[in-house]
């Protein structure tokens, strides 16, 4: 499957990041060597001062910060950086402030067994909601969760999804569910590894 190339959406590996360290790291590293595509920045797990990006390496920055939905200062904090650097915020409507009406944004959603909205219907909502693309994570691997994985990107061609499940199991997962055609996929670097749990070592991939 081909995704449309939307503005700031990322194709390969976006690699996640919590510190300053490895935001640096990231943007040393050649993109076409790691199929890089771009960078998450989770603000709400950061350590240290405000994240310093450089002037830029041609890569997608997507922008996290789960659970500001009831902080308008770190929402405005969020929406200022991105609107700085030209990026795409990650939005969870349960725990998150919306994006400004003229800032592109990603719906994102990790379901549990209690999440009352299908896959498929959520995609609907991230449609109508003004999202570019969705990211559906499904709860631990199951064979069920597995074939919702695969075939909910293929649903609706003309609208990027990325869909893999969680947890430690769901590395694998990740790893095919890029190479299976999804835009892209989350990995992070193995100079820290106790920082995001459950996501493949980019280095290892292609080691």
């Not at 920045?41 to 997608?60: C, F, M």
């Not at 430690?168 to 920082?195: C, F, K, N, V």
Request: charged share 20%; with cysteine.
């Amino acid at each position: 499957m081909t995704s449309p190339q939307l503005p700031n959406l990322p194709s390969g590996w976006v690699v996640v990041t919590d510190r300053q360290s490895v935001l640096d790291r990231i943007q040393q590293i050649a993109p076409e060597k790691y199929h890089l595509g771009g960078i998450e920045i989770r603000l709400d797990l950061w350590h240290g001062g405000q994240p310093e990006l450089a002037p830029q390496t041609g890569l997608s920055v997507l922008v996290t910060d789960r659970g500001g939905l009831d902080s308008p200062q770190r929402s405005h904090q969020r929406d200022h950086f991105c609107q700085i650097h030209g990026g795409l915020i990650d939005v969870d409507p349960v725990t998150d402030a919306p994006a400004p009406a003229h800032q592109p944004w990603i719906f994102s959603s990790h379901r549990t067994e209690s999440t009352e909205m299908s896959p498929q219907q959520q995609v609907e909502q991230a449609r109508e909601m003004g999202a570019i693309a969705a990211k559906i994570v499904m709860p631990e691997v199951s064979e069920e969760n597995l074939r919702i994985a695969r075939e909910l990107p293929q649903s609706a061609p003309d609208f990027p999804i990325v869909c893999f499940c969680a947890g430690e199991l769901g590395t694998s997962d990740r790893i095919r569910a890029l190479d299976a055609g999804q835009p892209w996929g989350y990995a992070r670097l193995g100079e820290h590894p106790h920082q995001i749990p459950g996501l493949p070592i980019l280095e290892s991939l292609y080691s």
